[in-house]
C-alpha cells in the first residue's frame, strides 16, 4: 500500500509516511504536539517518528519550539512552508484515493480503511 501512495505522491517530493506526518501537525496545529504526543497519535515508536522528522525539519516543513510553560519540553509545529507543501501533497493523495477506490471498489475500500483503524488500535503489549 505504501508503494502504491509513495508512486502518487512523488512529484510532491513526500513519501507516505511524511504526508501523514504533515497531515497529523495540521490536524494539531491548535495545540502543537510533543514528540511522545505525536509518535501516539501516529501510533510509532519515538526513534521512528525521529527518523521520519529528520528531513522534514532540515527542508522547514516542521519546527521544533520550547513549550510555553516548560522551555525543556519542545513542540513539534508544521511550519507555513510546511503548510503550502501538504496543500500540494493533498492533491496527489487525493488523486491516489480516487484510483485505489477505483480498483477496489468504494466498499472494500472503506472496508480496508475501517479495519486498519482497528489494528491501530490494538494494544502491543
Do not use: C
Not at 501537525?25 to 505525536?38: H, I, V
Not at 510546511?82 to 492533491?91: F, T, V
Amino acid at each position: 500500500m505504501s508503494n502504491f501512495y509513495d508512486t502518487h505522491l512523488k512529484a510532491s517530493g513526500l513519501k507516505t509516511t511524511q504526508f501523514s506526518l504533515l497531515a497529523q501537525l495540521s490536524r494539531l496545529q491548535s495545540t502543537p504536539p510533543t514528540m511522545n504526543e505525536l509518535s501516539e497519535h501516529l501510533v510509532m515508536d519515538r526513534s521512528t517518528l525521529g527518523h521520519n522528522l529528520r528531513p522534514l525539519l532540515r527542508r522547514g516543513l516542521v519546527g521544533l519550539q520550547p513549550d510555553a510553560e516548560d522551555g525543556r519540553t519542545r513542540r513539534v509545529i508544521l511550519t507555513g512552508r510546511g503548510a503550502n507543501k501538504l496543500a500540494e501533497a493533498k492533491k496527489h493523495w487525493l488523486k491516489a484515493q480516487q484510483a485505489y477506490e477505483g480498483a477496489v471498489g468504494k466498499e472494500v475500500a472503506v472496508a480496508l480503511r475501517n479495519a486498519m483503524g482497528d489494528l491501530t488500535k490494538l494494544d502491543a503489549s
